[in-house]
């Protein structure tokens, strides 16, 4: 979408830029300056700039999820900010869960015995933390994925984690991610 958006753009503002150096040069200069000032501001702020969308560099995730999947009782769970990421870039195969609940109306589900992603999110319905963390039961460490968009929203299965006896034992941010490791204690 953006790169056709952008191909109108540059295309109306050509033909604009052309008609007004027929009818008048200076409007037309003005013009052209306009546009290329314009155009350096958008570079610039997304050179300054993340981009919003959920997600960042994924390979400090990936190499970390594939440490913690190695341990014998290793897990990983996928809070459902950081559910879309995961499933484009380390799931090789993933199951489909279909509710109106979900932003999307689907969500992706892990095959991997070990590893759990949580289908929606805090602002979605079905949202289930306590569910998410009880399939954990076999594992005795597990890493906790999930974006860093949503900061205002807190950590939402802290409390989830606790009551299964889990606690954090490292933390990691990676650019877009945060990322906690966790280990059962009782």
């Not at 459902?80 to 109106?100: H, I, N």
């Not at 929606?120 to 319905?125: P, V």
Request: some cysteine; hydrophobic content about 40%; glycine content about 8%.
């Amino acid at each position: 979408l953006y790169p056709a958006l952008a191909l109108l753009v540059a295309y109306g503002s050509e033909g604009a830029v052309s008609w007004l150096a027929t009818r008048q040069l200076v409007l037309s200069r003005v013009g052209v300056a306009a546009l290329v000032g314009f155009s350096i501001f958008c570079l610039s702020d997304r050179v300054v700039h993340r981009s919003h969308y959920t997600g960042g560099s994924f390979g400090p995730v990936a190499l970390a999820a594939q440490q913690e999947l190695l341990q014998p009782h290793g897990s990983v769970l996928i809070e459902g900010t950081a559910r879309w990421p995961w499933t484009y870039y380390e799931s090789s195969r993933v199951r489909l869960t279909f509710s109106a609940e979900y932003n999307t109306g689907f969500a992706p589900l892990s095959t991997h015995r070990r590893v759990v992603v949580m289908p929606g999110t805090i602002i979605e319905g079905g949202y289930d933390p306590a569910g998410a963390v009880k399939q954990l039961s076999t594992a005795t460490s597990t890493l906790y994925v999930r974006s860093d968009d949503w900061p205002s929203l807190g950590d939402p299965l802290a409390s989830a984690f606790r009551q299964r006896c889990w606690h954090v034992t490292k933390r990691s941010h990676p650019s877009g991610y945060l990322l906690e490791w966790l280990r059962r204690t009782c």
